[in-house]
């Protein structure tokens, strides 16, 4: 399974300099991360609402027996198909809201709301 961890939303390649000040801001929160859980079981993300900080994990795990995914609504990311017992984990680097569903039961919903 690939390691999601260190995922990024911008390409820094594609920031050049202008990318100096958000890495430092990235690096800095990264000393301070907290790392979050999102379980999905009975076919919902529980909790279906986080906040978190920038530069925080968060780990979706599959409870469930059906296969499940994490995915933007916004195509920002998206975790591979997830059988039970799997995990995968996203890192938010920047400020923002995103709204995500699984791909395989889009009723499923949740948001992540980075400070």
Known sequence: MPDLSRRSFISRAALGAAAL????????AAAHSTTHQVAI?????????LS??????VVFTNEDNAPHTATSDSGVFDTPR????QTAQLTFPGAGTFAYH??????????????
Do not use: Q, Y
């Open 52 to 57: 978190i900080a920038a530069g925080d994990t």
């Open 102 to 115: 699984c791909a395989v039961h889009p009723n499923m919903k949740g948001t992540i709301t980075v400070a």
């Open 41 to 49: 079981r009975g076919m919902a993300f529980v909790p279906a609402a």
């Open 21 to 28: 000040p958000f890495l430092a801001l990235e690096a800095r």
């Open 82 to 85: 997830l059988s039970r017992g």
